[in-house]
């Protein structure tokens, strides 16, 4: 009983909150994930005493640079999904069959509006009690959460791998650079030897 009651308030926030808007929770779910995988691998580096420092100085940036990669383009990809599948819906372009209905017995009020960026069906609705709000509604809902899973997917797999690897290049490249650095390698050898 007592496990129901500590998820029960936290459940009820998720579903009032985005249960009009399920692409917005996957959005803020799918980047808050990122960001504490990515914390949590970046501490598992720093705490790890099987990992020498030299390596620690190398592997750090480089995790650090994913978890920027990581974060910003699941967030960004799937957000601009998530806006451009809401504003494909908000024209009339794509529409449920009630909406089509609707639109097509006030065609004298929509026909040239209908599809162009400038027109919102969520203005619409505001103004006529007979648009079919809750048709409307569910399926730019469903529409959005598609599409802003097809984005995850593209985000996760494809796009973030291939930026991921030449962020990685790069700070490999990097670290080799200055690690053959005489000024760098004789700096690190006296900061090792004062340890000593």
Do not use: H
Not at 116 to 128: A, R
Not at 158 to 166: E, L, S, Y
Request: contains cysteine.
């Amino acid at each position: 009983m007592r496990r129901a009651g500590f998820f029960q308030k936290p459940l009820e926030w998720i579903y009032e909150n985005f249960k009009k808007d399920t692409s917005k929770m996957l959005v803020i779910t799918g980047t808050i994930g990122w960001a504490l995988s990515s914390v949590a691998q970046i501490i598992a580096v720093v705490v790890n005493p099987k990992i020498s420092p030299e390596k620690k100085s190398f592997l750090i940036p480089q995790e650090f640079m994913d978890a920027v990669v990581n974060i910003g383009a699941f967030f960004g990809i799937t957000m601009f999904a998530k806006k451009s599948a809401a504003r494909l819906c908000s024209t009339g372009k794509f529409a449920p069959k009630a909406v089509r209905e609707y639109l097509n017995k006030n065609m004298t009020l929509y026909k040239d509006k209908i599809g162009k960026m400038d027109f919102d069906l969520d203005e619409v609705l505001k103004g006529d009690n007979k648009f079919p709000a809750d048709s409307y509604y569910a399926y730019k809902n469903n529409f959005t959460t598609k599409a802003t899973v097809g984005a995850s997917i593209l985000a996760c797999n494809i796009f973030t791998p291939i930026v991921r690897n030449a962020t990685a290049s790069q700070v490999q490249k990097s670290y080799i650079e200055r690690k053959n650095n005489p000024y760098v390698n004789q700096y690190l050898n006296c900061s090792n030897q004062m340890k000593i």
